[in-house]
């Protein structure tokens, strides 16, 4: 395998479903969308989805049951607004003493990293699509990994110290929304420190938001991110009837013009990869 992608989602229930290669139902139309424009190249590539909804969504849909028997109203709604913003709030770091749910959703990434790295050799080049918190939590991710990174020199395995990491494809990332407690506004360094020069000069922090997304916003605005992020891309998605309209939050995964770009990335980085880019 010449490159390795990994696949977090966002907010919201998500289904333990896999497949027979194990990946989450959550991508599962992403990553064959994605195999069928990369063509025979696909064989280069080994998927991995990243799952952490496990963490949490035991615990807020328990709280949904019992409040069956209370009289609230719009029941609807406050099921949307717990397992949305249910996510947002309990993944929050805290004091020490009480932060397991945020060490629990990382662990989650770490378990699939390692999957991933299973499949793959330690100088690898990782690329991670992130959808809406998903975005927040790699960041986040990246940022206590390279606090204990030695960049002087590359890691035992630089894909699990995550200094092979040469793209990053966020979107409907809420990101800003976390970033108004901290002056300044650091974002985490990019791209890895132990990548090839060839694959140094195609790696891209790239942002898409649908405009109709509430969720979804720009990053290059935010202090010190324009950076570290290469483009900021407005990207209508899902089927007419949703994508100029909030739903449009959940309408990338199956989105055609999404996976295009995507893939388009991809092959970009798998011609470096495998020495076959145009001079």
Known sequence: MKLAVAIIHGIGTQPDLRDDEGQHA???????????????????VAF??????????????????????QPVRWRWLRRIVTLFLGD??????????YDTTYEEVHQCLRSGLNALRAKVDADT????????LGGHIFSN??????????????????????????????FGCNIPLF???????????????????????????????????PLGY??????????????????PVGPWYKR?????????????GFQRYIARYLQQLLAVCTGSEKA
């Open 244 to 256: 100029h309209t909030p739903l449009s939050h959940l309408g990338y995964w199956d989105d055609r």
């Open 179 to 213: 970033t108004f407690a901290y002056d300044p506004v650091v974002p985490i360094r990019f791209p890895g420190h132990c990548l090839t020069d060839a694959v140094t000069e195609q790696a891209r922090w790239l942002n898409l938001y649908a405009p109709a997304d």
């Open 88 to 97: 947002a709030s309990g993944y929050r770091k805290v004091s020490q003493a």
């Open 141 to 170: 991710f990246v940022w206590d990994q390279q606090r204990i990174n030695q960049v002087e020199e590359c890691p035992l395995d630089p894909f699990l110290a995550l200094e092979t990491l040469s793209g990053l494809i966020t």
């Open 26 to 44: 959550f991508a599962q139309s992403l990553i064959a969308g994605l195999r069928q424009r990369l063509g025979a190249e696909a064989d280069e």
């Open 125 to 132: 080049p990782l690329v991670v699509l992130a959808h809406s």
């Open 218 to 235: 720009p990053l290059r605005p935010l202090p010190n991110y324009a950076a570290v992020v290469a483009e900021d891309r407005a990207m």
């Open 48 to 69: 991995q989805t990243l799952y952490w909804a496990s963490v949490l969504d035991k615990r807020q849909l328990a709280f949904l049951d019992k409040l069956r028997d």
